[in-house]
């Protein structure tokens, strides 16, 4: 019998068994632990990746690093883990408009099987890291106050415009937001000081100042002519080739005379309560002036949408007072967006201008005691003081075309060309219609382009707004 049990060999695989089980408890105890690690990595990521970008949010002034500290301990106790086992390193970067937070998080923890391998605790370690920073923004709004807006559409434009107003300028935003309010009727009043700068001198000999209707009815070389009126407001004669970003050059252009043609006390120039407004990051200021505005004949949108681009480029630095000394800014410089809002409720017009600007309202009949004139042939039945200077053109008039809306397609390009973000609006108006169709062309992409059809513009205002805002943070 002890020769068989010296022979034996069955109680061999007890013996491997228990020799074997050892390392597999501790591989099988090691992954128990890993896989806690695992999760506890992922919890600690989440926790990190939520107190960095909270941090980094513009509108908390609380200090980076004693936010996510609090917030760290405070939140792994959910966990089952010790606040006193976390560390946490912030290193930031806060400046007036953008803040740059990077910070690690390492958490000790006791092992459930390792410790029996002599491997108590180990550590998880995770990092995270988040930048916003607000833009500076420079917006033109470029408003139609035409006849057509009269009423209820001028209304929810004062409303919807003022509402944007308050969205864009906030305590977080005013200082790197500048707004311009560029209204049009016929075309745009650009205000004393503009005008100053660029229109013709009363006191220069080769001014004509105060024309007869002689020297007026000259048609379309009226745009090119040196004219100034005693009663006229700050609205300039432009040219093709200031559908550009240059500046213009000082007084070079004509005056428009004061006249009206549809629409009695609705001036083809604009009242002052509704001139260009420049350059502002006063909201109490630009809703009083949105809410002043008042109505003008004609729809000059594409004087309009120039207007709109010529206040936004860098040529016209230190030329629109206002409250920002050093802009517009260079259409390329970093952490800088423009946007450009065209909002109309009807066509481009023609550019229209009476023969005798003394008549001011060109369909006043003429008496018949006054000198023949080239109108009288084709109007024979009221003979109407008007002469067309520009026609209104057609949606397929290429951007090249001397034309109404071929100058506001000129503008659209120019602008998109120099990276402006422009947004359209068409209020009101009928699906595939002339001014549907060049709106649309107009936008930056076809989703940057709303067709309003009802009274209510702000929402449209406020999903701009949004939009704006989404361009000028970056996280």
């Known amino acids: 019998m002890l020769k068989k049990l010296f022979k034996s060999e069955r109680g061999n695989v007890v013996m491997i068994f228990a020799l074997s089980l050892i390392p597999i408890l501790a591989v099988a105890g090691s992954a ?3 896989s806690r690690m695992q999760s506890a990595k992922i919890q600690m990521s989440s926790l990190l990746d939520q107190a960095v970008l909270a941090s980094a949010n513009l509108t908390h002034t609380d200090d980076p690093e004693v936010l996510i500290n609090n917030w760290m301990k405070s939140q792994v106790a959910q966990f089952g883990y010790d606040p006193d086992d976390v560390e946490v390193t912030v290193v930031s970067d806060v400046a007036l408009n953008s803040k740059d937070i990077t910070a690690s ?8 099987i390792m410790y029996m391998f002599g491997q108590d605790r180990v550590t998880i370690a995770v990092e995270s ?87 007026y009815d000259i048609g379309s070389s009226v745009e090119t002519s040196a004219f100034r009126f005693s009663d006229g407001e700050t609205c ?3 040219v093709q080739d ?22 009695n006390n609705h001036p083809w120039c604009p009242e002052d309560a509704s001139a260009v407004f420049l350059n502002s990051n006063n909201p109490t200021a630009l809703k009083a002036h949105l809410n002043g505005m008042v109505l003008s004949d004609g729809t000059g949108m594409d004087i309009g949408t120039m207007w709109g681009l010529k206040v936004l480029s860098p040529s016209f630095r230190g030329e629109l007072g206002g409250d920002f000394s050093g802009r ?6 970093l952490e800088s967006q423009k946007v450009m809002i065209v909002m109309t409720d009807g066509a481009i017009t023609a550019q229209n201008r009476p023969e005798d600007p003394d008549i001011g309202n060109v369909h006043t009949n003429r008496s018949f005691n006054r000198a023949p004139h080239s109108s009288a042939i084709s109007n024979q039945g009221n003979r109407q003081n008007m002469q067309t200077t520009r026609g209104r053109g057609s949606s397929t008039s290429p951007a090249t075309n001397d034309s109404g809306v071929g100058r ?11 990276g402006v973000q422009v947004f359209t609006i068409g209020f009101q108006i009928s699906s595939g219609s002339l001014p ?12 940057y382009y709303y067709h309003v059809e009802g009274l209510d513009l702000t929402a449209t205002f406020q999903s701009i707004a949004a939009q704006v805002n989404a361009l000028r943070i970056t996280q």
């Open 408 to 418: 506001f397609k000129k503008a659209c390009d120019e602008a998109r060309a120099r």
């Open 236 to 238: 300039i004669e432009a």
């Open 129 to 215: 890291k988040a930048v916003q920073s607000i833009t500076n923004i420079e917006i033109a709004m470029v408003l139609d106050i035409s006849s057509s807006m009269r009423g209820s559409r001028l209304s929810s434009l004062k409303t919807a415009s003022t509402s944007f107003i308050d969205i864009m300028l906030t305590p977080e935003t005013v200082n790197t937001t500048s707004i311009n309010v560029v209204p049009f009727g016929g075309t745009v009043n650009i205000g004393d000081s503009l005008f100053t700068k660029f229109a013709v001198q009363n006191t220069d000999p080769a001014t004509i100042v105060d024309p007869d209707e002689d020297e």
């Open 328 to 333: 517009p800014l260079a259409f390329d410089i």
């Open 436 to 447: 549907d169709r060049i709106l649309e062309e107009c936008a930056t992409s076809p989703a």
């Open 105 to 112: 998080a390492r958490l000790t923890m006791d092992t459930a």
């Open 32 to 34: 128990i632990d890993i």
């Open 242 to 263: 200031d559908y550009d970003t240059e500046l213009l050059p000082a007084f070079s252009r004509g005056q428009v005379p004061d006249f009206w043609r549809w629409w």
